[in-house]
């Protein structure tokens, strides 16, 4: 069964940029698309951005224009980049695949935004 592992979270102050990496154990390219999401406890967790298998990006309006998602052929992970960042950036960031119907989750990786 594939894995897939966060790395890369961290405490940074209102206005820094962080890279966000994924990790699966299977080639990335072998997912038919893969994202990145967000949670608050207590609150539902909020896609953040996909990278289909194609390349075809996308990206929630709360982080357009801030957020870049690529994968790393060479490293067989998809990074996320955020920028600009302020303390609703906040939270426990997920990454996840789909694969034969079937979606995967990490166990996430926590990002904290200081004021």
């Known amino acids: 069964q594939a894995q897939l592992v966060e790395s890369g979270g961290g405490s940074v102050p209102a206005g820094g940029s962080l890279r966000l990496s994924c990790a699966a154990s299977?080639?990335?390219?072998?997912?038919?698309?893969m994202a990145w999401y967000r949670q608050t406890p207590g609150n539902e967790r909020e896609w953040v951005a996909t990278?289909?298998?194609?390349?075809?990006?996308d990206y929630a309006d709360s982080v357009k224009g801030r957020a870049t998602i690529s994968k790393d052929m060479a490293k067989n992970t998809v990074n996320l980049r955020m920028t600009s960042l302020t303390p609703e950036d906040t939270g426990v960031y997920y990454c996840?695949?789909?694969?034969?119907?079937?979606?995967?989750w990490g166990q996430g990786t926590q990002v904290t935004v200081s004021a």
């Open positions: 299977r080639s990335i390219f072998s997912f038919k698309a």
């Open positions: 990278m289909t298998a194609g390349g075809t990006t």
């Open positions: 996840s695949a789909a694969l034969g119907g079937s979606v995967l």
